[in-house]
Antibody, heavy 124, light 110 residues
Framework: QVQLQQSGPGLVKPSQTLSLTCAISGDSVSSNSAAWNWIRQSPSRGLEWLGR?????????DYAVSVKSRITINPDTSKNQFSLQLKSVTPEDTAVYYC??????????????WGQGTLVTVSS | QSVLTQPPSVSGAPGQRVTISCTGSSSNIGAGYDIHWYQQLPGTAPKLLIYGNSNRPSGVPDRFSGSKSGTSVSLAITGLQAEDEADYYC??????????FGGGTKLTVL
């Protein structure tokens, strides 16, 4: 059974960097069949995919256009986890942030495991 | 503004059948990408309900079913139960190289 455990601060000041970590158990961040994602949810934007990191022959990252200039997602193989950094945050970045696994089951690819969610409020 | 469009709310009495539609465009559903559905209970993360348009993961009751015909996609729930009251989201892939979601539909069991 795969479990994703999120950690990180729930309050970030405007213009600072939001940082969250997602610890993986039951799978490996280096899996050749999985991708590790960050998704956020807010009343104004709904569910919004932010980006992913995954390893095939090498490490890859893909980011949503809406946050591409501000986001970094990094794997940490020594701790079997991955992280999200979102720079220069504004109150519009206030949301519940989720980490989630996408798995390639061959015929289908979908989000099958999610973290518990972290409410991040951007406020001074 | 979500890429996939769902009705904001639907409702039904216990035992009834409801359907939730999900409309996209030529860059996602119309491009042939699969649709997946998630159920989100209050205060929890979304949970996979239907994958690959019409397949149920183990443990999901057969009261839940999904269908896709061309660009028309829907989730049906039969024999409504109070525990089905939740938010439901459709999800697909888009040619913009990103995963996309619907805006969510709140199901109220009357």
């Amino acid at each position: 059974q795969v479990q994703l455990q999120q950690s990180g601060p729930g309050l970030v000041k405007p213009s600072q960097t939001l940082s969250l970590t997602c610890a993986i158990s039951g799978d490996s961040v280096s899996s050749n069949s999985a991708a590790w994602n960050w998704i956020r949810q807010s009343p104004s934007r709904g569910l919004e995919w932010l980006g992913r990191t995954y390893r095939r022959s090498k490490w890859y990252n893909d980011y949503a256009v809406s946050v591409k200039s501000r986001i970094t997602i990094n794997p940490d193989t020594s701790k079997n986890q991955f992280s999200l950094q979102l720079k220069s945050v504004t109150p519009e970045d206030t949301a519940v942030y989720y980490c989630a696994r996408v798995y390639d089951y061959g015929d289908y690819i979908y989000f099958d495991y999610w973290g518990q969610g972290t409410l991040v409020t951007v406020s001074s | 503004q979500s890429v996939l469009t769902q009705p904001p709310s639907v409702s039904g009495a216990p035992g009834q059948r409801v359907t939730i539609s999900c409309t996209g465009s030529s860059s996602n559903i119309g491009a042939g990408y699969d649709i997946h559905w998630y159920q989100q209970l209050p205060g929890t993360a979304p949970k996979l309900l239907i994958y690959g348009n019409s397949n149920r993961p183990s443990g999901v009751p057969d009261r839940f079913s999904g269908s896709k015909s061309g660009t028309s996609v829907s989730l049906a729930i039969t024999g409504l139960q109070a525990e089905d009251e939740a938010d439901y989201y459709c999800q697909s892939y888009d040619n913009s190289l990103s995963w996309v979601f619907g805006g969510g539909t709140k199901l109220t069991v009357l």
